[in-house]
């Protein structure tokens, strides 16, 4: 118990020491703020990461599957799968991409999907990143200083190393580059929440980290205006600028984060994105209700993994179910994201419950609702002592010249022992997420 205090507090010191920090907007103030690291790792047994592995694999290559043909063919429109104003009605379907191809046709470069496990051992997917996700570089990080801190451990445990994200990451930047250039990480600035993370997996993976203002287009082509202002062309660039401020020319005009005229050298195909432009529409929570229909449509074979059980008040048998059994329901706003938007039906009062009923009869295409997964608990050091509390899995899958799945992961949890709420932004932490070589 002491060593595990102790490697606890030995982390979280190294880590503050690095500016291992996340940022938080809150009334309109800026506030830095420690992730904080918890030194009992989650452990996944070989057999489950084999399967996990390949729904995984299976579930990103249905969703790129998707969103090109969305905006190109759009089959699975005409074909009755997926209806047209769920597509068209989403606020991440981004008509500007409508025809563009990017390289390889990949969209979805870098996907984060975030799972629990029910008590019963039963894996379910809550969520699709697929624009900017975030926190790979947390158990990154973390992992690199346990390794200091107690080297035995992994030498006497047959864990996975966790150490290779970052070279899958620079094969897939490479392999979209086309030998056109440099590879780019863009970022937003020093008070983005997640500033450390863009610079640290721009040392990483040998990529340039790059301002609001170091990118220029000329000549449908974009090109790095260095220290010393020698032009750099730009073969690849992994933006971490939302969509809608990324080219001031074609979405938002007063953006100052953005490259101007970016979209012409994309649409020409002169320079790859990372994750490509328009990707909101497959990550909206209405649109997951579809994905393991994706699935059977776009590859003709069976979901391995499963959403959790998801009703949509668009289908009058789902209206009537939500409005019936609201109180034992979670519901969800598909326009909110970083655990906000989320409501618990038994939290509420009556009067709270009616107000949410008329609001889903105004507006259904805005909600979701699911069946609360009992998922599960996960023992923490609160102080010195043992507690158990609420975790999910975000698992990170690259797409390049192939699917893989990094070995690795962020577990985070919930630090309140009432809420199933475990996101950085709601104040939990996180854990070593262990990927066993043998069972």
């Keep these: 118990m002491n060593a595990l205090i102790e490697s606890r507090d030995s982390v979280n010191k190294w880590m503050e020491r690095f500016g291992v920090r996340f940022g938080v907007y809150k009334n309109g103030v800026f506030n830095e703020q420690l992730f904080p690291f918890d030194s009992i790792p989650r452990v996944i047994t070989k057999s489950d990461w084999d399967e996990l592995e390949k729904g995984l694999i299976q579930r990103v290559d249905a969703l790129n599957a998707f969103l090109y043909d969305i905006y190109h063919e759009k089959n699975i429109i005409r074909d009755g799968v997926v209806p047209e104003e769920f597509v068209y009605s989403s606020k991440g379907y981004m008509p500007q991409c409508e025809g563009i191809t990017p390289t390889h046709k990949i969209y979805s470069h870098i ?13 379910y997917i809550l969520e699709d990143n697929l624009r900017i996700p975030s926190g790979a570089s947390y158990p990154m990080i ?21 150490r290779n994200y970052s070279s899958l990451l620079h094969e897939m930047m490479e392999y979209v ?30 990529a340039t980290l790059a301002f609001p203002g170091d990118l220029v287009v000329e000549n449908d082509m974009v090109y790095y205006m260095g220290l010393y202002h020698e032009k750099q062309r730009v073969g690849s660039i992994y933006r971490r600028v939302s969509d809608e401020y990324l080219d001031p020319m074609v979405f938002e005009p007063s953006s100052l984060l953005g490259v101007p005229n970016l979209m012409q050298a994309y649409k020409k195909g002169n320079v790859a994105i990372i994750n490509a432009l328009g990707n909101g529409v497959a990550d909206d929570k209405g649109i997951y209700y579809f994905v393991p229909k994706m699935v ?78 009992d998922f599960k608990d996960l ?55 262990w990927v066993m070589e043998k069972d």
């Design 177 to 206: 580059n086309d030998d056109r250039g440099i590879a780019v990480i863009l970022t937003p600035g020093r008070y983005n929440s997640a500033f450390f993370e863009h610079s640290y997996l721009a040392e990483k993976t040998g």
């Design 111 to 123: 996907s984060g999907i975030d799972l629990v496990q029910a008590k019963d051992g039963q894996w």
């Design 379 to 433: 023992e923490i050091l609160e102080g010195k002592e043992k507690v158990e509390r609420k975790a999910d899995l975000r698992a990170f899958v690259i797409s390049g010249k192939e699917t893989k799945v990094w070995k690795s992961g962020l577990t985070r949890f919930s630090r309140n022992p009432n809420s199933f709420v475990v996101n950085s932004s709601q104040g939990g932490g996180f854990k070593d997420t």
């Design 142 to 162: 973390a992992r690199n200083i346990c390794r200091k801190v107690s080297p035995e451990t992994f030498a006497e445990n047959s864990v996975a190393d966790n």
């Design 296 to 373: 059977k449509y776009y590859l003709n074979e069976e979901p391995i993994l499963h959403n959790a059980p998801t009703y949509l008040p668009y289908y009058k048998e789902d209206y009537d179910y939500i409005l019936a059994n609201i109180q034992k329901l979670v519901i969800k706003d598909v326009s909110e994201a970083g655990g906000y938007g989320v409501v618990f039906g038994r939290d509420l009062t009556p009067e709270k419950l009616e107000e949410l009923k008329d609001l889903i009869i105004k507006e259904p295409r805005r909600w979701i609702a699911q069946e609360v997964i």
